[in-house]
């Protein structure tokens, strides 16, 4: 079975920036398109940023300009870097497939708090 492994949360101060990454040992990340996704407390789990196999990406519009998806091939993961966080940030993220390829059962995410 599949095992996403998502990791570099952690607690910043506004403006702040994080770098995080996921990887699936045993498993190509390279040949899906592949997402981040996040679940605000008390909200539902919501689509971030995108990237195709080409390194096409697209975000969400409270996202844009301010996090970056990219993908290593060579070392098997995927990388979103977010600056300038903000309060409303604050969720557990986790990366999967994107939803038109099909989601994999979902790894444990890494929690992001944004606070003063």
């Known amino acids: 079975q599949v095992h996403l492994v998502e990791s570099g949360g952690g607690l910043v101060r506004p403006g702040g920036s994080l770098r995080l990454s996921c990887t699936a040992p045993?498993?190509?990340?390279?040949?899906?398109?592949m997402a981040w996704y996040r679940q605000p407390p008390g909200k539902q789990r919501e689509l971030v940023a995108q990237?195709?196999?080409?390194?096409?990406?697209d975000y969400i519009d409270s996202v844009k300009g301010r996090f970056t998806i990219s993908r290593d091939n060579s070392r098997n993961l995927i990388d979103l870097q977010l600056k300038d966080l903000r309060p409303e940030d604050t969720a557990v993220y986790y990366c999967?497939?994107?939803?038109?390829?099909?989601?994999?059962?979902w790894g444990q995410g890494t929690q992001v708090t944004v606070s003063s």
């Open positions: 999967n497939r994107d939803p038109f390829t099909g989601l994999l059962a």
């Open positions: 045993g498993m190509n990340l390279g040949i899906y398109p």
């Open positions: 990237i195709t196999t080409s390194g096409i990406t």
